[in-house]
């Protein structure tokens, strides 16, 4: 049975009247059975694609966007062209990685969408593929392959991702770090999951007032795309990675609701015990990858703070 997440009135009196709707009427996603099976992130996927791919036609065409998919690097990707993109951008691009918890959604994404427009350059959204049908490390090295692509073809590149999206992007830059290909100028880093071990308070605490993701879900997809891999492993939790090669300015966000917010906490103190260029952003009141929901004011400036910190470093 699914419930909603509660909201009390003390806490409504922080949010946005958006926000609290958008918590009293949302459930969770549920993955019924003991796992996911591809018959189930089949459906679900199509299912999500039909409530999201009409709106996301609109918003091309009021914003102007071109998107076409084609291959950079060898990997699938959807190349998103903003309506105008000034002459000190033309060779600049942006990489975004979608998150749904490795197995749901795609490339054809909101956030990516915003960070083409919003910074007026080429953004590549990584259409890898998905759990359970390929397990670690099929979409790692697809993110991969797009990232050193992109590294090669412009004079800067910014990256950004979600979730499952981050935990790829994060060893992607980690492996650009130590000498693999050159680095992007920073990242940004929506709800990261950067420990599939799925420990920390906010399984607990968060678990049941997320209006995206349970811990049950949550485990799930995480078990689908490990495969064989253990989750101790530093490609499948990159907060256990050997920071002292160094990394790129990295802007986390994640919200007070969030499941893994824990996860944004523990990655921004481990990088900054590193003595990494790190910056936390905690949102009151907000859940999973808010960021992604269209016409929430919270939302809107977080992108705005986001894509901010990747401009400065254009």
Not at 169 to 175: E, G, I, K, N, Q
Request: aromatic fraction near 6%.
């Amino acid at each position: 049975m699914q419930v909603m997440a509660a909201v009390d009135s003390i806490q409504a009196q922080t949010l946005s009247p958006e926000a609290l709707n958008h918590l009293l009427s949302t459930n969770p996603v549920q993955i019924p059975g003991p796992q996911l099976n591809q018959q189930f992130a089949d459906t679900l996927n199509a299912q999500l694609a039909g409530q999201i791919n009409p709106f996301l036609a609109q918003l091309r065409t009021r914003l102007g966007l071109v998107v076409k998919a084609k291959e950079l690097g060898g990997s699938r990707v959807l190349t998103i062209t903003p309506k105008k993109i000034a002459k000190s951008r033309r060779r600049v691009a942006g990489i975004y990685v979608h998150g749904g918890g490795f197995a749901l959604l795609s490339a054809n994404d909101y956030t990516a969408y915003r960070m083409a427009h919003d910074l007026g350059v080429v953004v590549y959204s990584v259409d890898y593929d998905l759990s359970p049908r390929v397990q670690l490390p099929i979409a790692l090295e697809q993110t991969a392959r797009a990232c050193r692509a992109a590294s090669r073809q412009y004079r800067r590149v910014v990256v950004a991702g979600s979730s499952a999206g981050a935990n790829l992007l994060f060893t992607t830059v980690l492996r650009a770090s130590r000498g693999e290909f050159d680095p992007p100028a920073a990242a940004g880093l929506f709800s990261p999951a950067a420990d599939l071990r799925a420990i920390g308070d906010s399984y607990v605490a968060n678990d049941g007032r997320d209006p995206l993701l349970t811990r049950d879900t949550m485990t799930k997809l995480v078990a689908a795309y490990l495969g064989s891999t253990p989750s101790g492993d530093p490609a499948a939790s990159p907060i256990l990675a050997n920071l002292r090669s160094g990394f790129v300015p990295t802007v986390i966000n994640t919200g007070t609701r969030d499941l893994l917010l824990s996860d944004g906490v523990r990655l921004h103190r481990t990088m900054r015990d590193a003595g990494l260029d790190i910056r936390l952003r905690v949102w009151e009141g907000m859940w999973h990858a808010f960021e992604g929901v269209p016409g929430l004011p919270e939302g809107d400036r977080a992108l705005g703070e986001v894509f901010g910190f990747l401009e400065q470093h254009l």
